[in-house]
């Protein structure tokens, strides 16, 4: 397509800005150019610690990991700024090696129960995940001893799990290396508790079947921004008319495109800021404002609109010098007759300071997609693909890219969508998948903001709607805008009292002004609630190798969370996840570790509103989510290594080749779903 070798060279640029892990930041940038940001390891010294970020609406990633000496480790993008403002919440910037845990030298002897001991064999080896609780709660301190074939054997630290105050638990910081197959474990506490237990396997589900000739796969070859993914769904819909059908989904997004600004004098208390009543692509782009001495004593302040040009003549005073105010010019420019632009004084700055003469200064949206790249609102696509698009197979949706910068995710969905139809004419399990199930993917739902992370900050997790008020939008906040569309769901959300979303416009997770204020959110709801088929639902985000299901969030006061599935509930989650993992799993030894599969609240944090959430408890839906990226293992630092959101594309592939497996394979547990009821 036209836009393919441009897109290609400002993702090359792009990806030069994003830095991942650094131990350091670059300096502030200038007042009218955003801060630069990076992404960090930070360290909290507990959940507390935690908890406090992530109530401070701080961007942070799926990744935490919880350290020998009861720290946390957590990956964030940051600012400077922003790094600053978490430092009284207790964050820093991780370095070294963790210290080992307190010994606890109580005198009673505690009772320990063994709640999971798993061994997993990856591409690099077997590895070991042990999960236990102990009656003295957080304060113990607890040691596994392994044992396996030969003799082998190795003695490990838990971690306690304390989340909002509540003790869940003790785990491994992460699953440990253990040479060869672990056996059996004793887990032994300061206190004197002593617990045995037989290690089982991981995830232990159902075996996918790998042998079957002629199966096709590896159908993608570079990250995709939206126009690409919508002209892959077309494309498909092209060559299987039989077999897919395209839904165009009823509500338009913001469009890729901002109204054109410019930051004219010195700030904070000489300046003004200029806005464009139309979008930058829509003229605002055309349009400039000058400053003017009118080489005269005493004279007022005047605008003059002259076609694009917005003229500003200073007010003088009885020696000529001009006096005009930053807030008297702003007033000026917005009530001036006619005028295409309004100007507000800088931030929160009363705009006290006197404005000097500035020459003609052309206004910008400051977007730097190539002019191919559509800033019309944009219509959201999904590709329907079944036998029997009629409502009367169990409806499956898979979506992906809520968060902009996921750029593995849509890939997920589109490999699977290629791997489903092209194999239908040649292997009959993918014949009698498709038509048993009847089956609903979107790329990409939040393309405005994909669209801002390929061309111009790759690090946006947000859409492009921007709710906040003049004093938030001069141009060095413009990577700072918009709406979290994965907390703009109306279960369990910011709105109802739920932790987990922030109501500050600038903050990484914001929830909007309300529920479903987005036209994203509404999109992905209009699908459940217009095709009541859908029984399962899997929202593809990235990274750090989890897979969770409801409740997803909780109330901070004493930790309330969403109402719990049944017993039989989870239990139905967990076996379907087993074999689910079992297919990412085959494609290259990748296992997600056993400590990060189960309910949202459980294994990662609270996320209030989000999409999950609202489709299993007004819906009926199974809602899962997978977090694609899991950690590598490094054998030559004998550590665990994050990914990143854009990972180089060699390693984005085998995700998604991974993934896609696994949303395959859980179109497999929704086609069963009538008879295993």
């Not at 199966?215 to 570079?222: A, C, L, P, S």
């Not at 405005?448 to 938030?472: E, I, L, V």
């Not at 918009?482 to 990484?508: E, K, M, P, T, W």
Request: proline share 8%.
């Amino acid at each position: 397509m036209r836009g393919s070798r441009a897109s290609a060279v400002v993702l090359a640029m792009v990806l030069t800005t994003f830095v991942a892990a650094e131990p350091s930041l670059p300096a502030v940038a200038g007042p009218a150019d955003p801060e630069p940001a990076s992404l960090v390891t930070l360290t909290v010294p507990d959940r507390a610690a935690l908890e406090r970020l992530v109530g401070s609406g701080a961007d942070l990633t799926g990744r935490v990991r919880p350290q020998p000496d009861g720290s946390i480790r957590v990956d964030a993008v940051v600012t400077p700024s922003r790094l600053a403002e978490l430092r009284p919440l207790g964050a820093t910037l991780a370095t070294g090696t963790p210290a080992p845990a307190p010994e606890d030298r109580g005198g009673t002897k505690d009772r320990i129960v063994v709640e999971r001991a798993v061994w997993f064999q990856s591409r690099d080896g077997y590895f070991l995940s042990v999960e236990a609780s102990s009656s003295a709660g957080a304060d113990a301190a607890l040691t596994v001893t392994w044992k396996g074939k030969g003799g082998a054997t190795g003695q490990v630290e838990m971690v306690p799990y304390v989340d909002a105050g509540a003790y869940l638990g003790h785990q491994f910081s992460v699953p440990v290396p253990a040479g060869v197959r672990p056996d059996r474990v004793t887990i032994t506490s300061a206190a004197g508790g002593v617990a045995e237990a037989r290690v089982g396997e991981w995830p232990d589900g159902e075996r996918p079947d790998r042998d079957r000739p002629g199966y096709q796969k590896d159908f993608i070859t570079q990250y995709m921004p939206p126009a690409q993914l919508n002209a892959r769904v077309k494309d498909l819909h092209r060559r299987f008319p039989a077999l897919t059908e395209i839904i165009e989904l009823p509500h338009l997004t913001n469009g890729y495109r901002r109204h054109a600004q410019a930051l004219i004098g010195t700030p904070p208390g000489a300046a003004v800021v200029v806005t464009s009543r139309a979008y930058g692509s829509e003229g605002g782009n055309d349009l400039a404002v000058e400053l003017s001495d009118p080489g005269a004593a005493d004279r007022p302040l005047e605008v003059v609109v002259d076609g694009k040009q917005v003229r500003v003549s200073l007010a003088t005073d009885g020696s000529g010098t001009p006096v005009s105010t930053a807030a008297e010019v702003a007033a000026a420019i917005t009530g001036a007759p006619g005028s295409p632009v309004t100007a507000a004084t800088y931030r929160t700055d009363p705009g006290a300071g006197v404005l000097a003469p500035a020459p003609l200064t052309q206004l910008s949206d400051f977007l730097g997609a190539p002019a191919d790249v559509s800033r019309e609102p944009w219509r959201v696509l999904a590709l329907r693909i079944g036998t029997h698009r009629d409502g009367s197979r169990t409806g499956v949706l898979a979506y992906a890219q809520e968060h902009a910068r996921e750029w593995v995710t849509p890939l997920v969905t589109i490999e699977a969508a290629e791997r489903l139809l092209r194999n239908y004419p040649r292997d009959p399990a993918t014949r009698k998948l498709l038509r048993r199930a009847d089956i609903f993917i979107v790329p990409t739902v939040n393309p405005d903001g994909a669209n801002y992370s390929f061309y111009d900050f790759n690090a946006q997790r947000k859409n492009m709607t921007n709710h906040c008020p003049a004093a938030q939008s001069d141009p060095a906040l413009r990577n700072t805008w918009g709406v979290d569309v994965n907390r703009n769901y109306a279960v369990g959300s910011l709105f109802d009292g739920y932790f987990g979303a922030s109501a500050n416009c600038q903050s990484g997770t914001y929830a909007g002004p309300g529920e479903h204020s987005e036209p994203e959110s509404r999109n992905v709801i209009w699908l459940a609630e217009t095709y009541p088929n859908i029984r399962f639902a899997l929202n593809v985000h990235s990274y750090g190798g989890y897979f969770m299901w409801p409740p997803g969030a909780y109330r901070l006061d004493g930790r309330v969370t969403l109402p719990r599935p049944s017993r039989q509930q989870e239990a139905y989650f967990l076996r379907s996840a087993r074999t689910i993992l079992e297919a990412i799993a085959a494609e290259r030894g990748t296992v997600t570790w056993p400590q990060q599969t189960g309910p949202v609240t459980d294994v990662l944090y609270s996320a209030a509103g989000n999409s999950a959430d609202e489709l299993w408890y007004d819906h009926g839906v199974y809602g899962w989510d997978f977090e694609v990226g899991s950690d590598l293992w490094n054998p030559r630092t004998g550590a665990w290594e994050g990914v990143g959101f854009q990972p180089p594309f060699a390693e984005g592939h085998a995700e998604a080749m991974e993934f896609a497996a696994g949303l395959i394979s859980l179109i497999g547990v929704a086609a069963d779903y009538r008879e295993d009821r």
